[in-house]
């Protein structure tokens, strides 16, 4: 063969390569994806706060003790609870002391909150709504809805009639896939309540786009649920003429917003997680190369920004952004996913760290 033959053949040979690697991904591709409409960084009001960086003053609590706990709340008498990585709830007393509490398994372990009745609540993202006694017996709420297992719970909150209201993210997709949720950017979370008078689990909201933090207003006429990648929270209707409806609550934030608490002045402690970035604003926009790093999870791990800030944003019941608490460089925390107010404190809860922040709120 001359040269020139055998750099076409070479050619064409790469090309065929190419032809069918293509098609492999995207035939096998586990997503059928559609665009995410990203709104302009300027839009969010949160831009008309400075960025500053008051997360870098945070205390740390339990460090090197706690494997990114994801959410964090503070019972009545102050004890701080959380659920780790390594499948345990732990819990700080008052007198400084951190106690392995309950141990469940997994590594899936989400939202928490406890009740009137002193029980914690727990989404497991494997098993569904678990409920943990004082005395430690685990019981599971919610496993099926609707004749389908509960995949992907993510946050609770308990009513005064004790109903729980939690999140299932994903329908489709667990936690260890939760990136092809994003990438396929179809909604498929929930929003569920969990009745205690007869056991039974409703669906009360379809089609959410990885439904997120759940809040209850002071006055429980309304829940909000928040909608990690369309970079809002929605507001569900509790009482009143427009109960069972929804309206948007807040939009256009500076990220997605994970876990939301209210907080004890009636607004509601929200945090986002950096969603943003060039490369990942252009894959919103490219079905392509969603097919390509659905196929890739390590690529996607590589380019997703999340690890490289902490924001916590402060909403009043308007809807309106009152303050914004950030690590901009992720020095300190990053990827903070929740924040809880309780006497003048903020305890926040992070997936990249291994303590939960508390920052003093008076000097911030
Ligand atoms: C702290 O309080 C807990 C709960 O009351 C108790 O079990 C524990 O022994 C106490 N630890 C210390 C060092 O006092
Ligand atoms: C419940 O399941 C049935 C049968 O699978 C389905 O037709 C229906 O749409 C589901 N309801 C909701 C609210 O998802
Ligand atoms: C609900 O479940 C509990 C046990 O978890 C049981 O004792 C109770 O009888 C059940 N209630 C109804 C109405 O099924
Ligand atoms: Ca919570
Ligand atoms: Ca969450």
């Avoid at 406890?114 to 004082?134: F, H, Q, R, W, Y």
């Avoid at 876990?259 to 969603?275: H, M, Q, R, T």
Wanted: glycine share 6%.
């Amino acid at each position: 063969m001359d040269p020139k033959q055998c750099v076409s053949a070479c050619s064409g040979f790469l090309i065929a390569c190419l032809l069918a690697f293509t098609l492999q991904i995207i035939f096998f591709s586990p997503i059928s994806p559609d665009l995410i409409e990203l709104p302009p960084p300027s839009s969010s009001a949160s831009h008309l706060l400075p960025t500053n960086t008051h997360l870098q003053r945070v205390i740390k609590l339990g460090e090197g003790y706690l494997k990114d706990p994801e959410d964090v709340c503070v019972d009545r008498n102050g004890v701080v609870y959380t659920a780790t990585r390594d499948g345990w709830v732990k819990r700080l007393h008052k007198n400084g002391t951190w106690q392995d509490w309950k141990f469940i398994d997994g590594h899936a372990l989400f939202g928490i909150t406890t009740t009137m009745e002193n029980d914690l609540i727990v989404c497991d993202a494997e098993k569904g709504l678990l409920k943990v006694s004082e005395n430690g017996v685990l019981t599971v709420l919610a496993a099926h809805v609707n004749g389908s297992k509960i995949r992907f719970a993510n946050d609770v909150i308990e009513a005064s009639d004790r109903s729980l209201y939690f999140s299932v993210s994903s329908t489709k997709f667990g936690f260890d896939n939760l990136y092809l949720d994003v990438l396929e950017a179809k909604p498929h979370g929930q929003l569920l309540k969990y009745d205690p008078s007869s056991n039974e689990t409703s669906i009360l909201l379809d089609g959410l786009a990885f439904a997120n933090g759940v809040a209850i207003s002071r006055d429980e006429d309304y829940l909000i649920v928040c909608e990690t990648w369309k970079f809002r929270c929605l507001k569900y209707w509790l009482k009143g003429e427009t109960r069972g409806e929804t309206e948007i609550f807040v939009q256009n934030l500076p990220g997605g917003p994970d876990n939301i608490n209210l907080a004890p002045d009636g607004s509601f402690w929200i945090a986002i997680v950096e969603f943003r970035s060039n490369v990942l604003d252009f894959v919103h926009t490219s079905k392509a190369s969603k097919h390509v790093l659905a196929a890739f999870p390590k690529l996607y791990k590589l380019i997703s920004p999340v690890h490289r800030k902490a924001t916590v944003i402060n909403v009043a019941a308007d809807g309106s952004i009152i303050r914004k608490f950030q690590d901009p460089k992720g020095k300190v925390m990053s990827f903070v996913t929740s924040a809880f107010e309780f006497e003048d404190h903020l305890y926040l809860g992070s997936l990249n760290s291994n303590f939960i922040g508390k920052l003093p709120l008076k000097a911030a």
